[in-house]
Each structure stands twice: as structure tokens, then as C-alpha cells.
């Protein structure tokens, strides 16, 4: 059974930083498409940013780009998502997801917010 379980999250000032970690187990290899999505309250989720674990490549929001940074680390199964320089419209639930390469890619995940997996998502509140 695949699991996915955020960490990470809480309360910043704008201008700080976070990082969100993603631990995922129970699936297979050919899962290898993770992204980062959040939700703010009244609006769609909408993808952050998302990485292949088999060939590093990345694709990342255009609102996000330059202040957040999507890594893996697959000896640990976790991915991570570096956010600096934060600002109150970041302010959201912070889901990851997992998807099979054979269905999504970096950009089709990230793009059409689609996924097979999804963690519970975690808090993150940028506020002063």
C-alpha cells in the first residue's frame, strides 16, 4: 500500500523559510514521478513542483521559481521542498503525490494537478 506522509510545515513570517519533506513508501519502482501541490482555502489545488526519482529532472511553478527547490533523496525515499524568501499568498495545505511514469511526467503532474497517490498534506501558514 502506497503511503505518503508530509512533514514540515507551521507558521513563518514572510521572508522566511520552510522545508517540507515527503516520505513515501509502499510502492514500486516505476512510481517515480513525486510532486508538491497546495491548496489555499477558496481556491483549486494547484501543482508547486515536481521531480522524476529516476532522472532528476524537474518542473517548477512560475510562482514559486527562484524561491522554492524540489530535491530527492532516493536512499531515504523522501523528497523535499526547499521554500525561502516565503510570502502570505503561499500560504496553504501542502500536499505531495506520487505517479507512475508510464502515466504522468514532471510537466503533466505538475500541470493537470494529477496524480495516482496523495498524502494528507501539511499546514503552512506565512504571516507575521
Known amino acids: 500500500q502506497v503511503q505518503l506522509v508530509e512533514s514540515g510545515g507551521g507558521l513563518v513570517q514572510p521572508g522566511g523559510s520552510l522545508r517540507l519533506s515527503c516520505a513515501a513508501s509502499?510502492?514500486?519502482?516505476?512510481?517515480?514521478?513525486i510532486g508538491w501541490f497546495r491548496q489555499a482555502p477558496g481556491k483549486e489545488r494547484e501543482g508547486v513542483s515536481c521531480?522524476?526519482?529516476?532522472?532528476?529532472?524537474?518542473n517548477t511553478a512560475e510562482s514559486v521559481k527562484g524561491r522554492f527547490t524540489i530535491s530527492r533523496d532516493n536512499a531515504k525515499n523522501t523528497v523535499y521542498l526547499q521554500m525561502n524568501s516565503l510570502k502570505s499568498e503561499d500560504t496553504g495545505v501542502y500536499y505531495c503525490?506520487?505517479?507512475?511514469?508510464?502515466?504522468?511526467?514532471?510537466?503533466?503532474?505538475?500541470?493537470?494537478?494529477?496524480?495516482?497517490?496523495w498524502g494528507l498534506g501539511t499546514q503552512v501558514t506565512v504571516s507575521s
Open positions: 521531480i522524476s526519482t529516476s532522472d532528476g529532472s524537474t
Open positions: 509502499g510502492f514500486t519502482s516505476d512510481y517515480s514521478v
Open positions: 503525490a506520487i505517479a507512475s511514469s508510464s502515466i504522468a511526467s514532471v510537466y503533466s503532474m505538475c500541470v493537470l494537478v494529477g496524480a495516482q497517490y
